[in-house]
Protein backbone atom coordinates (compact mmCIF):
# COMPACT_ATOMS: atom_id res chain seq x y z
CA UNK A 1 0.00 0.00 0.00
CA UNK A 2 2.63 2.23 1.14
CA UNK A 3 3.96 2.06 -2.96
CA UNK A 4 0.98 2.55 -4.00
CA UNK A 5 0.88 6.09 -1.93
CA UNK A 6 4.28 6.81 -3.08
CA UNK A 7 3.66 5.86 -7.21
CA UNK A 8 0.34 7.92 -6.58
CA UNK A 9 1.94 10.83 -5.06
CA UNK A 10 4.76 10.76 -7.88
CA UNK A 11 2.28 11.05 -10.06
CA UNK A 12 0.21 14.01 -8.80
CA UNK A 13 3.58 15.68 -8.21
CA UNK A 14 4.37 14.98 -12.18
CA UNK A 15 1.12 16.32 -13.30
CA UNK A 16 1.50 18.96 -11.30
CA UNK A 17 4.80 20.31 -12.52
CA UNK A 18 3.40 19.56 -16.08
CA UNK A 19 0.11 22.08 -15.61
CA UNK A 20 2.68 24.50 -14.01
CA UNK A 21 5.29 24.47 -16.74
CA UNK A 22 2.13 24.11 -19.31
CA UNK A 23 0.78 27.60 -17.76
CA UNK A 24 4.60 28.94 -17.74
CA UNK A 25 4.54 28.11 -21.60
CA UNK A 26 2.01 29.75 -22.50
CA UNK A 27 2.44 33.06 -20.36
CA UNK A 28 6.19 33.04 -21.90
CA UNK A 29 4.28 32.60 -25.76
CA UNK A 30 1.60 35.20 -25.03
CA UNK A 31 4.58 37.55 -23.63
CA UNK A 32 6.64 36.57 -26.90
CA UNK A 33 3.80 37.39 -29.37
CA UNK A 34 3.36 40.53 -27.85
CA UNK A 35 6.92 41.86 -28.23
CA UNK A 36 7.29 40.24 -31.81
CA UNK A 37 3.68 42.40 -32.75
CA UNK A 38 5.32 45.82 -30.79
CA UNK A 39 9.06 45.06 -32.59
CA UNK A 40 7.16 45.04 -35.99
CA UNK A 41 4.83 47.62 -35.40
CA UNK A 42 8.45 49.58 -34.50
CA UNK A 43 10.21 48.68 -37.66
CA UNK A 44 7.21 49.59 -39.60
CA UNK A 45 6.89 52.74 -38.66
CA UNK A 46 10.46 53.15 -39.18
CA UNK A 47 10.40 52.22 -42.92
CA UNK A 48 7.04 54.38 -43.44
CA UNK A 49 9.27 57.67 -41.73
CA UNK A 50 12.13 56.40 -44.30
CA UNK A 51 9.88 56.26 -47.52
CA UNK A 52 8.23 59.57 -46.25
CA UNK A 53 11.33 61.33 -45.99
CA UNK A 54 12.69 60.08 -49.52
CA UNK A 55 9.61 60.80 -51.05
CA UNK A 56 9.35 64.37 -48.99
CA UNK A 57 13.09 64.64 -50.29
CA UNK A 58 12.19 64.02 -53.97
CA UNK A 59 9.34 66.19 -54.53
CA UNK A 60 11.47 69.34 -52.59
CA UNK A 61 14.08 68.10 -55.02
CA UNK A 62 11.76 69.01 -58.29
CA UNK A 63 10.49 71.89 -56.70
CA UNK A 64 13.89 73.36 -55.86
CA UNK A 65 15.11 72.57 -59.09
CA UNK A 66 11.96 73.99 -61.00
CA UNK A 67 12.27 77.30 -58.76
CA UNK A 68 16.45 77.52 -59.41
CA UNK A 69 15.30 76.78 -63.24
CA UNK A 70 13.28 80.26 -63.28
CA UNK A 71 15.94 82.05 -61.31
CA UNK A 72 18.49 81.08 -64.00
CA UNK A 73 16.75 82.35 -66.54
CA UNK A 74 15.89 85.34 -64.68
CA UNK A 75 19.30 85.89 -64.73
CA UNK A 76 20.27 84.83 -67.80
CA UNK A 77 17.59 87.47 -69.56
CA UNK A 78 18.97 90.29 -67.22
CA UNK A 79 22.89 89.46 -68.10
CA UNK A 80 21.62 89.62 -71.54
CA UNK A 81 19.98 92.71 -71.57
CA UNK A 82 22.11 94.23 -69.19
CA UNK A 83 25.36 93.56 -70.55
CA UNK A 84 24.77 91.80 -74.57
CA UNK A 85 21.36 93.18 -75.83
CA UNK A 86 19.59 96.68 -75.24
CA UNK A 87 16.63 96.14 -74.68
CA UNK A 88 15.30 99.69 -74.88
CA UNK A 89 17.01 99.70 -78.22
CA UNK A 90 15.65 96.66 -78.98
CA UNK A 91 12.34 97.75 -78.31
CA UNK A 92 12.69 101.18 -79.97
CA UNK A 93 13.70 99.10 -83.24
CA UNK A 94 11.00 97.03 -83.00
CA UNK A 95 8.06 100.29 -82.70
CA UNK A 96 9.98 101.75 -85.34
CA UNK A 97 9.55 98.47 -87.81
CA UNK A 98 5.97 98.61 -86.48
CA UNK A 99 5.46 102.19 -87.70
CA UNK A 100 6.91 101.57 -91.21
CA UNK A 101 4.79 98.19 -91.51
CA UNK A 102 2.10 100.11 -90.88
CA UNK A 103 2.72 103.00 -93.32
CA UNK A 104 3.97 100.37 -96.13
CA UNK A 105 1.18 98.65 -95.51
CA UNK A 106 -1.07 101.67 -95.16
CA UNK A 107 0.51 103.09 -98.97
CA UNK A 108 -0.07 99.69 -100.59
CA UNK A 109 -3.68 99.43 -99.67
CA UNK A 110 -4.02 103.04 -101.17
CA UNK A 111 -2.24 101.67 -104.26
CA UNK A 112 -4.47 98.98 -104.38
CA UNK A 113 -7.53 101.26 -104.24
CA UNK A 114 -6.54 103.35 -107.16
CA UNK A 115 -5.78 100.35 -109.12
CA UNK A 116 -9.17 98.94 -108.15
CA UNK A 117 -10.57 102.59 -109.30
CA UNK A 118 -8.98 102.33 -112.34
CA UNK A 119 -9.60 99.42 -113.53
CA UNK A 120 -13.11 100.06 -112.67
CA UNK A 121 -13.05 103.59 -114.99
CA UNK A 122 -10.93 100.96 -117.94
CA UNK A 123 -14.03 98.47 -117.67
CA UNK A 124 -16.38 101.57 -117.94
CA UNK A 125 -14.83 102.64 -120.45
CA UNK A 126 -14.18 99.78 -122.77
CA UNK A 127 -18.25 99.05 -121.99
CA UNK A 128 -18.97 102.36 -123.11
CA UNK A 129 -16.76 102.38 -126.09
CA UNK A 130 -18.18 98.80 -127.10
CA UNK A 131 -21.82 100.41 -126.71
CA UNK A 132 -20.75 103.05 -128.89
CA UNK A 133 -19.40 100.63 -131.85
CA UNK A 134 -22.82 98.53 -131.27
CA UNK A 135 -25.65 101.80 -131.36
CA UNK A 136 -23.41 102.80 -134.34
CA UNK A 137 -23.83 99.25 -135.98
CA UNK A 138 -27.30 99.60 -135.05
CA UNK A 139 -28.52 102.92 -136.44
CA UNK A 140 -30.97 101.41 -138.32
CA UNK A 141 -33.35 101.04 -135.72
CA UNK A 142 -33.82 104.22 -134.16
CA UNK A 143 -37.15 105.75 -134.22
CA UNK A 144 -38.79 107.88 -136.46
CA UNK A 145 -41.13 110.48 -136.48
CA UNK A 146 -44.14 107.42 -137.46
CA UNK A 147 -42.56 104.36 -136.36
CA UNK A 148 -41.08 103.67 -133.21
CA UNK A 149 -37.95 101.49 -132.98
CA UNK A 150 -37.32 98.01 -131.04
CA UNK A 151 -35.63 99.67 -128.13
CA UNK A 152 -38.48 103.06 -127.86
CA UNK A 153 -41.53 100.65 -128.13
CA UNK A 154 -44.61 101.76 -126.77
CA UNK A 155 -44.88 98.33 -125.41
CA UNK A 156 -42.49 99.31 -122.79
CA UNK A 157 -44.91 100.86 -120.26
CA UNK A 158 -42.76 102.97 -117.76
CA UNK A 159 -39.76 101.20 -118.60
CA UNK A 160 -37.10 102.01 -121.44
CA UNK A 161 -33.96 100.15 -122.16
CA UNK A 162 -31.20 101.75 -120.69
CA UNK A 163 -27.19 101.36 -120.54
CA UNK A 164 -24.97 103.58 -118.37
CA UNK A 165 -28.78 105.00 -116.67
CA UNK A 166 -29.05 106.61 -120.53
CA UNK A 167 -32.18 105.32 -122.66
CA UNK A 168 -30.72 102.39 -125.89
CA UNK A 169 -32.30 105.04 -128.46
CA UNK A 170 -30.70 108.13 -127.15
CA UNK A 171 -27.36 106.07 -127.69
CA UNK A 172 -28.55 105.53 -131.36
CA UNK A 173 -29.05 108.74 -132.01
CA UNK A 174 -25.69 110.38 -130.68
CA UNK A 175 -23.96 106.98 -133.08
CA UNK A 176 -25.94 107.84 -136.06
CA UNK A 177 -25.01 111.57 -136.02
CA UNK A 178 -21.41 111.00 -136.78
CA UNK A 179 -22.31 108.52 -139.83
CA UNK A 180 -24.92 111.08 -141.25
CA UNK A 181 -22.36 113.65 -140.89
CA UNK A 182 -19.73 112.07 -142.69
CA UNK A 183 -22.46 110.62 -145.55
CA UNK A 184 -23.15 114.30 -146.15
CA UNK A 185 -19.31 115.23 -146.33
CA UNK A 186 -19.22 112.70 -149.09
CA UNK A 187 -22.26 113.67 -150.81
CA UNK A 188 -21.52 113.88 -154.33
CA UNK A 189 -17.63 112.80 -154.07
CA UNK A 190 -16.48 109.94 -156.80
CA UNK A 191 -13.73 108.11 -154.79
CA UNK A 192 -11.89 105.05 -156.27
CA UNK A 193 -10.85 102.50 -153.71
CA UNK A 194 -9.53 100.44 -155.78
CA UNK A 195 -5.97 99.98 -156.39
CA UNK A 196 -4.41 100.45 -159.58
CA UNK A 197 -2.69 97.15 -161.16
CA UNK A 198 0.61 96.71 -162.78
CA UNK A 199 0.77 96.08 -166.46
CA UNK A 200 1.94 92.43 -166.54
CA UNK A 201 3.91 91.15 -169.38
CA UNK A 202 4.42 87.58 -170.57
CA UNK A 203 7.33 85.64 -169.94
CA UNK A 204 8.91 83.72 -172.99
CA UNK A 205 7.64 80.60 -172.71
CA UNK A 206 9.71 77.01 -173.60
CA UNK A 207 8.72 76.79 -176.85
CA UNK A 208 11.16 76.74 -179.74
CA UNK A 209 11.95 80.22 -180.86
CA UNK A 210 10.11 80.85 -184.46
CA UNK A 211 12.13 83.72 -186.75
CA UNK A 212 10.97 85.08 -189.26
CA UNK A 213 12.52 82.78 -191.94
CA UNK A 214 10.50 80.06 -190.37
CA UNK A 215 7.17 82.03 -190.52
CA UNK A 216 7.75 82.91 -194.50
CA UNK A 217 8.57 79.53 -195.45
CA UNK A 218 5.33 78.60 -193.33
CA UNK A 219 3.28 81.15 -195.59
CA UNK A 220 4.77 79.34 -198.46
CA UNK A 221 3.36 76.26 -197.79
CA UNK A 222 -0.03 77.24 -196.33
CA UNK A 223 -0.14 79.09 -199.78
CA UNK A 224 0.32 76.26 -202.12
CA UNK A 225 -2.22 74.73 -200.27
CA UNK A 226 -4.75 77.26 -200.91
CA UNK A 227 -5.18 78.33 -197.05
CA UNK A 228 -4.84 81.85 -196.77
CA UNK A 229 -7.35 83.37 -193.53
CA UNK A 230 -9.03 80.93 -192.76
CA UNK A 231 -10.80 80.46 -196.18
CA UNK A 232 -10.07 77.53 -198.64
CA UNK A 233 -9.69 79.83 -202.23
CA UNK A 234 -7.37 79.84 -205.34
CA UNK A 235 -3.36 80.36 -204.85
CA UNK A 236 -4.73 82.50 -208.35
CA UNK A 237 -7.16 84.44 -206.22
CA UNK A 238 -5.10 84.68 -203.43
CA UNK A 239 -2.32 85.85 -205.58
CA UNK A 240 0.14 84.23 -204.30
CA UNK A 241 0.87 86.53 -201.58
CA UNK A 242 1.65 85.90 -198.10
CA UNK A 243 -1.60 87.35 -195.39
CA UNK A 244 0.14 90.07 -193.64
CA UNK A 245 1.67 89.02 -190.52
CA UNK A 246 1.22 91.60 -187.16
CA UNK A 247 4.45 90.76 -185.08
CA UNK A 248 3.79 90.43 -181.53
CA UNK A 249 5.37 92.79 -178.33
CA UNK A 250 8.40 90.66 -178.29
CA UNK A 251 9.38 90.35 -182.00
CA UNK A 252 12.55 92.03 -181.00
CA UNK A 253 13.36 90.88 -177.48
CA UNK A 254 16.80 88.64 -176.91
CA UNK A 255 15.84 84.85 -177.20
CA UNK A 256 15.69 83.20 -173.70
CA UNK A 257 15.25 79.55 -173.54
CA UNK A 258 12.29 78.53 -170.83
CA UNK A 259 14.25 75.67 -169.50
CA UNK A 260 17.26 77.59 -168.68
CA UNK A 261 16.31 80.51 -168.42
CA UNK A 262 17.32 82.45 -164.43
CA UNK A 263 14.97 85.00 -163.12
CA UNK A 264 17.07 85.58 -160.26
CA UNK A 265 20.25 88.16 -160.11
CA UNK A 266 23.37 87.37 -161.08
CA UNK A 267 26.14 85.97 -159.08
CA UNK A 268 29.71 86.69 -159.44
CA UNK A 269 31.70 83.69 -157.67
CA UNK A 270 35.01 85.81 -157.27
CA UNK A 271 33.50 88.05 -155.19
CA UNK A 272 33.10 85.44 -152.55
CA UNK A 273 37.01 85.46 -151.74
CA UNK A 274 37.84 88.40 -150.13
CA UNK A 275 41.03 90.03 -150.97
CA UNK A 276 41.68 91.22 -147.06
CA UNK A 277 44.15 89.42 -144.85
CA UNK A 278 42.73 85.95 -142.44
CA UNK A 279 42.95 86.87 -138.84
CA UNK A 280 43.32 83.74 -136.53
CA UNK A 281 42.37 83.57 -132.81
CA UNK A 282 45.52 81.25 -131.83
CA UNK A 283 49.48 81.92 -132.39
CA UNK A 284 51.16 80.87 -135.71
CA UNK A 285 52.87 77.29 -135.56
CA UNK A 286 50.69 75.98 -132.95
CA UNK A 287 47.31 73.72 -132.71
CA UNK A 288 44.47 74.55 -131.31
CA UNK A 289 44.21 71.81 -128.72
CA UNK A 290 47.71 73.44 -126.98
CA UNK A 291 47.15 75.09 -123.81
CA UNK A 292 50.30 77.28 -123.69
Known amino acids: ARELETASAVRMQADWRGHVVRRLLTEWNSNALHIERIYRGHLGRVKARAAHRERSIFWQEIYFSACATVLQKWFRGYHSRRYKHNYHARKAYIAAVLSKSEALRGELQERLQEQVETEIAEQERKARSDVDQLS ?10 TTPGIYNSPMHDGF ?6 IPVEQHLRNAVKPVIREQMRNKGKVT ?3 PKLDILRSVPGADPYISQEERDRQGERSNRLGFVGGNFTSAMQS ?3 FAPHHASIQANSMYIDGGTQTLGRSTDKKSWVSSKPFHTAVARNKLVETSD
Do not use: D, E, M, R
Open 136 to 145: AKLHHLVSTK
Open 192 to 194: NTK
Open 239 to 241: GNQ
Open 160 to 165: LPTAFS
